[in-house]
């Protein structure tokens, strides 16, 4: 046998047997965000199958898609259309592409929090060093960054656009400022719900048909009270509607905090409507939190 | 380079002291008792935790692992408190559980390099870990394919990997033969001996099925029932109740005068199938002078073989339910 000192022929694999591990092992911390970015990148289909990463990049690009014509037509025409400003406002652009969000929102739900359960690999994280509330807290945070990175892109993008065609750099910055905390406590309060919602249903296909219709069907049953509200003259009714969709709750915090431009029929109006907008916003977010980590306590593996 | 197992031994891993140790440990739920009073030592090497199904083995491992709690006594593992130090212990534990719990999307190698992070390896530790345990439960280029469309054998591999990803000081492994046949059953018996002997990793390994951890375990713990059934090194057990089977050839009645001069000797010896003699087998002794009168006798030793009664025979004689005393 020769050895590689002499500069023999490579290629002679030696049973090297089993290797025991002498290197660092990190702490809690860091298990933490190699969970939070394993999941972030897992929930648009990276590190997943190819199969899986259709929906969500498709989600994205459609997401970004009306903010680049818009983009374009601001750059291309302002002066031809006398534009001043952004011709849909940053706030409202979420509750136009609500759909897409929700969408989003549905299917990556339970890809992060049923399948754990499904497959009971939930097992195998308990059985590492991590305490539960850590992966419950971790799971929810990678969904809530992944649904904040869908829904703050296109601000992002309607932001550099506005600045090319010239729009004022400070108003631009204040608004999309605004806009992109508005995104983040959307982005909390659909990925808190949606991730309530998986952690209580086993079966994908359940857990993505649940999240869809809660979310759709609260935005559509509160518009509609909204809209009734509106004409018949009880605009506070419709006010207090708002709370009961995300979409909704977040433009009022939107409109209530950053004098941001409404996007539906009855915005909260006065102090007292706006403090209970951000306590609902609360509410939502560590009322889900809880009720997962109280969901999770059960769960044996 | 292989490594011994002295190398590893650490703290609270050594020969000398237990790798686990309960006293007086019980879980009870509301309607069943799963853990009455057990008090036991579990050293390094490979260790057999043995019972029927609900004898309570499922419930040890998770109440070692800190994943629930008991409802009375102490237990420790490598030395830490299991009410205390979980996270301690998982972090120098891997487990691998009975039921399915890979996900069905993803493939092993990508799993137990995660896996390996969760653990705390840094990430290019992890996939060099990964590597090296994939290599060694053998499985090969199907690493690299989603789990689901793995055999239960390729599966339950995967499942021990990454157990061992962050070279754990004890693995607890919970019926790991569980659906293979007979053949991927002697490779899984076969690796998680190595683990224990080669790799220098304390095993405790579980079964219901009783023959087949006396095959590679140095010690074993036979709960009934949530209790001690009995608790010592293997070859204790099978040479309590162990006989030799002998051949002889060279006269026509070999096996009768052997028998005989046997008996004469004061050592039972009954006749067997096949022309041979059953001996009892006392002590070390009892090989010598099996060879020592076939000697006298001028016949031809053909064989001499232990017959290993099984460990089911502890059940047999204690009977289910009694407790020997350790």
Not at chain 1, 27 to 39: I, K, N, P, Q, Y
Not at chain 1, 130 to 148: D, E, G, K, P, Q
Not at chain 1, 282 to 287: F, N, P, Q, S
Not at chain 2, 70 to 96: E, F, K, N, P, W
Request: with cysteine; aromatic share 4%; net charge neutral.
């Amino acid at each position: 046998m020769s050895t590689p000192s002499e500069g023999a022929p490579t290629g002679v694999i030696h049973d090297i047997g089993y290797r025991p591990y002498a290197g660092p092992r990190l702490g809690e911390g860091a298990v933490a965000w190699a969970l939070f970015v394993t999941g972030l990148r897992n929930s648009f289909g990276l590190g997943r199958s190819g199969r899986s990463k259709v929906l969500p990049m498709g989600l994205l690009a459609l997401m970004l898609l009306p903010a680049l014509i818009l983009v374009g037509v601001l750059v291309q025409a302002k002066d031809l259309l006398g534009l001043d400003q952004q011709i849909v406002a940053y706030s409202t652009y979420p509750m136009t592409t609500q759909l897409l969000i929700s969408v989003f929102v549905a299917s990556q739900a339970p890809a992060l929090i049923s399948r754990d359960l499904r497959f009971r690999t939930i097992t195998l994280y308990l059985a590492r060093p991590a305490r539960r509330a850590t992966y419950v807290l971790v799971r929810m945070a990678s969904l809530t960054a992944a649904t904040f990175l869908l829904v703050a892109a296109p601000l992002v993008l309607m932001y550099v656009g506005g600045l090319l065609a010239d729009l004022p750099l400070g108003r631009e910055s204040q608004r999309v400022g605004g806009a992109l905390v508005g995104a983040l406590l959307l982005a909390a309060c659909l990925a808190c719900t949606a991730a309530l919602v998986a952690a209580l249903t086993i079966r994908r296909g359940l857990a993505v048909t649940a999240v869809i219709v809660l979310l759709l069907v609260t935005y559509t049953v509160v518009a509609t009270i909204q809209g009734i509200s509106a004409d018949t003259g009880h605009a506070r009714v419709g006010e207090v509607a708002g709370i009961f969709s995300p979409y909704t709750l977040v433009n009022g915090v939107q409109v209530y905090v950053f004098d941001a431009p409404h996007a539906t029929r009855t915005p909260p109006t006065g102090d007292g409507m706006g403090v209970l907008y951000l306590l609902a916003t609360a509410v939502t977010v560590l009322g889900s939190v809880g009720a997962m980590l109280l969901r999770y306590r059960k769960v044996q593996g | 380079m292989g490594v011994s197992v002295e190398d590893r031994a650490g703290p609270g891993s050594g020969h000398g002291a237990p790798v686990i140790r309960t006293g007086a440990l019980t879980k009870t739920y509301p309607r069943v008792t799963a853990l009455d009073g057990l008090t036991v030592d579990i050293g390094g090497g490979v260790t057999g935790l043995v019972g029927a199904n609900g004898a309570g083995k499922s419930t040890l491992i998770k109440i070692l692992l800190g994943l629930i709690p008991a409802t009375s006594g102490t237990a420790q593992v490598l030395g830490y408190d299991v009410a205390r130090d979980g996270g301690r212990i998982r972090s120098l534990v891997g487990y691998m559980p009975e039921h399915d719990c890979l996900p069905a999307d993803v493939s092993a190698s990508d799993l137990t390099v995660h896996l390996g992070q969760m653990s705390g390896l840094p990430y290019p530790a992890a996939r060099e870990r990964a590597a090296d345990v994939l290599r060694h439960v053998g499985l090969a280029e199907e690493r690299y394919r989603p789990i689901g469309g793995y055999s239960t054998g390729m599966k339950q591999r995967a499942k021990l990997a990454q157990a061992l990803v962050h070279d754990p000081r004890l693995v607890l492994l919970d019926e790991p033969t569980n659906g293979l046949d007979p053949s991927s059953r002697d490779d899984m018996l076969a690796l998680v001996r190595r683990i224990g002997t080669d790799f220098g990793i304390a095993v405790l390994v579980t079964s219901h099925l009783l023959g087949e951890l006396e095959r590679i375990s140095d010690h074993v713990v036979v709960l009934d029932s949530g209790r001690l059934l009995r608790a010592s090194a293997t070859t204790e057990f099978l040479h309590r109740t162990g006989t030799l089977l002998v051949e002889v050839q060279g006269k026509p009645d070999a096996d009768r005068l052997l028998g005989q001069a046997l008996l004469d000797a004061g050592v039972r010896a009954t006749p067997a199938d096949g022309r041979m003699v059953e001996v009892e087998l006392r002590d070390d002794a009892t090989h010598d002078l099996v060879r020592d009168l076939a000697v006298d006798l001028g016949l031809g030793l053909v064989r001499m073989q232990e017959r290993h009664h099984r460990i089911e025979d502890v059940f047999r004689e204690g009977g289910a339910g009694s407790v020997h005393p350790v």
